[in-house]
């Protein structure tokens, strides 16, 4: 609201006109943009599986059809935030970063690789013939607590470059959907997501997506897509697809902290057997 001056008529205004200008900390980069590229797909996921899975499943009108296409459409929409989630780093480092990237990364993330997985579960509790609901929403929570805890832990806690503190929060929500859709029996399901949970607040460390494990992470999502796509539109060979990409998905999840624990393993060792024959060499004469 302009202020008027009853004796000089004239408008208040700032003295310096810069101060309207938006603030450097204020103002998206093209990084930032993608960003909220991966918010609005981890929303889309959550609109997918509501209107395409839940209702019709609470309305009597199921078609299965429909749910797997609007299945299929959610897990795709979160392969398309994982993509994003990488290229935002990507171009962070390339160009321009905003002082709102990382809290902005982090929301997103939240939403995308927290929340959609989350639901996910819990529809996945509620439309499921074997399951139980109430146990699937702990089953959630445990996913979207476990995700919180992680970017918590990423935003204050320093480590080395080139690796992750735990799972990744869009490798374990992909992980969390693959398990879902490969319709094991309810037990091994359930300890399965909450397996990735840990496997996310834990101490394994991951290497981070660079160079050509980020090639190779992209190729793997496209290929993914491809499966769901296939499986969507009952592809001949789609259902199988479909099984084998979550199988590999869940081979991956299990494999990457074998490896990791030895390879810390062995460093271990050749730490000590270092130390060991520098004590002798000292001892000796």
């Known amino acids: 609201m302009t202020v008027i001056d009853p004796e000089t008529q004239a408008g208040w205004a700032p003295e310096n006109d810069e101060d309207d200008d938006m603030p450097l900390s204020t103002r998206l980069s093209i990084a930032d943009t993608l960003t909220l590229g991966n918010a609005i797909c981890g929303f889309m996921a959550v609109y997918f599986t509501t209107t395409g899975v839940l209702i019709p ?36 480092r390339k160009l321009r970063a905003s002082a709102m990237g990382a809290e902005l990364d982090n929301l997103s993330d939240l939403i995308s690789f927290g929340l959609a997985p989350a639901y996910f579960v819990v529809t996945w509790g509620m439309v499921a013939q074997d399951a139980h609901q109430r146990v699937s929403v702990v089953a959630a929570v445990v996913v979207l607590l476990a995700v ?32 879902v859709l490969l319709e094991l029996p309810f037990l091994p399901t359930l300890l399965a997501i909450i397996g990735v949970a840990w496997l996310m607040v834990s101490r394994v460390e991951y290497p981070k997506p660079r160079g050509r494990l980020a090639v190779a992470m992209l190729s793997w999502i496209v290929l993914s897509m491809g499966m769901l796509a296939a499986w969507a539109l009952d592809a001949p060979g789609g259902q199988l697809l479909l099984q ?8 991956l999840g299990a494999m990457i902290p074998v490896f990791a624990t030895a390879r810390r393993v062995n460093t271990f060792r050749d730490n000590r057997r270092e130390s060991r024959a520098e004590s002798r060499a000292a001892h000796q004469p």
Do not use: K, Y
């Not at 609470?58 to 993509?83: N, Y």
């Open 148 to 179: 919180v805890l992680r970017l918590a832990r990423f935003s204050c806690v320093t480590l080395r470059d080139g690796i992750f503190q735990g799972m990744p929060s869009p490798f374990g929500a992909l992980t969390v959907v693959a398990i």
């Open 57 to 92: 499943h609470l309305t009597g009108t199921e078609d299965g059809g429909m749910a797997r296409h609007s299945a299929a459409m959610a897990v795709i929409l979160m392969l398309l935030a994982s993509v994003f989630d990488l290229f935002d780093g990507l171009v962070a």
């Open 244 to 251: 084998t990409g979550c199988s590999l998905q869940i081979v």
